[in-house]
């Protein structure tokens, strides 16, 4: 296979790269996991650590990533690398398990926040909720049938909206709510003794999409570069904004408020500018899931579609359109799947299988970085500092998470599990019928 996906443009900059990354980050999950953190830990000092922490160890698997996107610059990120190590079997389950519920998942469920807050923005009634929920996946996928510069601009302007309202959520917290930020760091006596991997998990999921960029690399500009530096940058804005929004969250409300906060962010707004806050941060909210959902359908089809040239999916997702250069049918593939799941109104379940898949692919796809490693000589100009203690160290954590998320929720993440083995007799029927174009 050539080194770059045929028919891709590369188009996509620097600026548009470190943005992917921010955007496929932040969703939902900062401004309302916060206070599930905060009910499992004992001071506003151990949440802090916690968030940071969990940052760190995302911008470890950032840089790997980045390793592996420098040595194969091309569409299709975790399929190829899980194909090119450990064989076609492994590339189509990551594929079928993205397909069914990780990214189409993530979306349906995240758009399902999208429209839970427009209509409480707009004031229209529940029955709304889901004309809303399909609604929204219906725009993001359609703008990026259009090329890919149309959908980039469109996902810069969704990205550094939802920047800009972290950064007001920020200043009313720390500078406008006139609270003592002496509280900060605090202790909690009523939260003494809670477990440490029990905070973790909500947070860990906050930090999951890092990993989108590299399914796009086959239209990044100068990918060795970009990429590497993109992941970085675009982790660290990550890091920053989310201890940030913690400390706002600490200095108004407190650990104890936070605690006891089930929407944080609408709390500490309502607080500063009453219901005229709830609503800039209602708005926030819904550009910020917009955004997210925009970028998992636009990474995911671009999986399919390289599937489709290896001959591990239908042919037909393979082509791209003949002007705008994007995989228009994995695209609508993926958008109606998507809203399918979303009319099953599952988002508890949808979001249970969509972050264990994501951070058990993740685990597995740094995994493929020994295989690189040892037979492929070629590093693309970048590779991933403390090797192999770095790579070994998030491979062990996410374990842990894997296992604690089974532990914990043994019915959804077993069910998640079990989605990934049917895709087994999946791909032996389908070598069966299609042997002749496999690798």
């Keep these: 296979m050539n080194d770059t996906s045929p028919g891709y443009v590369r188009s996509l ?11 496929g980050i932040i969703g939902g999950g900062i401004f309302l996991n916060p206070g599930i953190v905060a009910q499992r830990t004992e001071s506003g000092l151990a949440l802090l650590l916690m968030w940071v ?40 389950l990551f594929g079928w398990t993205m397909l069914l519920v990780i990214y189409s998942g993530s979306s349906a469920a995240v758009a399902t926040i999208f429209a839970s ?20 996946l219906v725009f993001v996928g359609g703008i990026n049938l259009f090329g890919i510069r149309l959908g980039a601009q469109i996902q810069n302007l969704f990205a550094l909206l939802k920047l ?7 200043v009313c917290g720390l500078f406008l709510a006139g609270a003592g930020h002496g ?30 960029l590299n399914n796009l690399a086959g239209e990044v500009r100068d990918p060795q570069r970009t990429l590497p530096r993109a992941l970085t940058l675009g982790m660290l804005v990550v890091i920053g904004a989310y201890a940030l929004v913690n400390v706002a969250y600490l200095a108004v409300l407190g650990h104890a408020g936070l605690a006891a906060s089930s929407a944080p962010a609408a709390d500490v707004m309502q607080q500063v500018a009453g219901p005229v806050g709830a609503k800039v941060i209602a708005l926030g909210v819904a550009i ?62 949808l979001l249970d299988y969509a972050t264990f898949g994501d951070w058990l692919a993740c685990a597995v796809g740094v995994g ?13 100009g970048f590779r991933v500092p403390g090797y192999p203690w770095l790579p070994l160290l998030f491979i062990a954590a996410v374990t842990v998470v894997v296992v ?10 077993g069910i998640g599990l079990l989605i990934m083995a049917a895709g087994v007799p999946v791909y032996a029927v389908w070598r069966r019928l299609f042997s002749r174009t496999l690798p």
Aim: hydrophobic share 50%; aromatic share 12%.
């Design 288 to 349: 910020s899931t917009l955004g997210f959902c925009n970028i998992t359908l636009v990474a995911g089809a671009r999986v399919l579609q390289v599937m489709g040239e290896d001959g591990l999916f239908f042919r037909a997702v393979a082509r791209l359109h003949p002007r705008w250069r994007t995989p228009n049918t994995a695209l609508l593939l993926l958008s109606g799947w998507a809203i399918v799941l979303a009319l099953s109104g599952s988002y508890g379940q």
């Design 13 to 23: 900059r620097p600026w548009d790269a470190a943005l992917i990354v921010v955007g």
């Design 164 to 170: 800009l309202a972290v950064a007001v959520l920020v």
């Design 53 to 92: 922490a969990a940052g760190v160890l995302t911008l470890i698997g950032a840089l790997c990533y980045a390793e592996l996107g420098a040595r194969r610059p091309r569409a299709g990120g975790t399929y190829v690398y899980l194909r090119e190590a450990f064989g076609p079997l492994a590339g189509f």
């Design 368 to 380: 493929t970085l020994f295989w690189y490693r040892r037979h492929d000589r070629a590093s693309g």
């Design 183 to 212: 509280q900060v760091l605090a202790a909690d006596p009523a939260r003494s003794g809670v477990g440490f991997m029990g905070a973790a998990l909500p947070v860990l999921f906050a930090y999951s999409g890092f990993t989108y």
């Design 404 to 413: 604690l998320s089974l532990r914990d929720n043994p019915r959804n993440t």
């Design 117 to 136: 807050y427009a209509a409480a923005l707009f004031g229209l009634p529940p029955a709304w909720a889901l004309p809303l929920t399909v609604g929204a």
